[in-house]
């Protein structure tokens, strides 16, 4: 089990998961608060930036551990 590739790039998927998350976030934030500077529109773009985010990072979690699983 642990001298199969297999394994590993799975537990590599597993463990990127927390950084994932946090740049769909982070990345949200940036370019939700940079929209909302640009257009006034504060905070609308920042909170729907925060949202599809953390939808995305949720989402890529979701497709790596079903693949995780097979």
């Known amino acids: 089990m642990l001298s199969d590739p ?10 990127g998961i927390g950084w994932v998350l946090v740049a769909g976030i982070l990345l949200g934030y940036l370019a939700g608060s940079f929209l909302d500077a640009r257009l006034g529109t504060d905070p609308w773009l920042l909170v729907l930036g925060v949202s599809l985010g953390t939808a995305a990072g949720f989402r890529h979690v979701w497709v790596v551990s079903k693949r995780s699983l097979k």
Do not use: Q
């Open 6 to 15: 297999s394994f590993w790039r799975s537990m590599g998927a597993i463990a």
